[in-house]
């Protein structure tokens, strides 16, 4: 009898994720506004509670519900998988006279709830990973 106790208490403890530095990351922890540095420019990313998305940087705002670019309106939305590892975020700028899309492929891993290492690029392929070159350590301002 005194074995099967044992068992029932050490066993749930060795099923234990060894991994305390880990962050549990809902969608929630996601919203908000990001400020980063990049070669000497300050930056934010805003990620809003109903789907959009928006940067800005040197006072100018790329992206949200409605924006205008070269006279052309547009939107910026965006998506994420918490289950990838690291995080996968689609952006999507919609041009909405003609609704043509293009996306951002981004991903990210958490530090903490307010600190987030953040990859995009341009060329329609996702990063694989975290460089100098496509990464910049993102603070949450709000």
């Given at each position: 009898m005194k074995r099967i106790f044992i068992l029932l208490?050490?066993?749930?403890?060795?099923?234990?994720?060894?991994?305390?530095n880990a962050v549990n990351i809902t969608a929630i922890d996601l919203i908000g506004k990001w400020t980063g540095e990049d070669k000497g420019e300050i930056?934010?990313?805003t990620f809003d509670?109903?789907?959009?998305?928006?940067?800005?940087?040197?006072?100018?705002?790329i992206g949200g519900k409605e924006f205008v670019m070269n006279g052309k309106k547009g939107k910026m939305t965006y998506e994420f998988n918490l289950e990838k590892k690291p995080i996968e975020?689609?952006?999507?700028?919609?041009?909405?006279?003609?609704?043509?899309?293009?996306?951002?492929?981004?991903i990210a891993e958490f530090e903490?709830?307010?600190?987030m290492i953040f990859a995009l690029t341009f060329d329609s392929e996702r990063p694989t990973e975290f460089n100098d070159e496509n990464s910049i350590k993102l603070k949450r301002t709000e």
């Open positions: 208490i050490v066993l749930p403890l060795l099923s234990f994720n060894s991994d305390s930056g934010f990313i509670k109903e789907g959009y998305a928006s940067f800005e940087i040197q006072g100018q705002i975020i689609d952006m999507t700028i919609t041009k909405l006279e003609f609704n043509e899309q293009k996306k951002i492929l981004c903490d709830e307010n600190t």
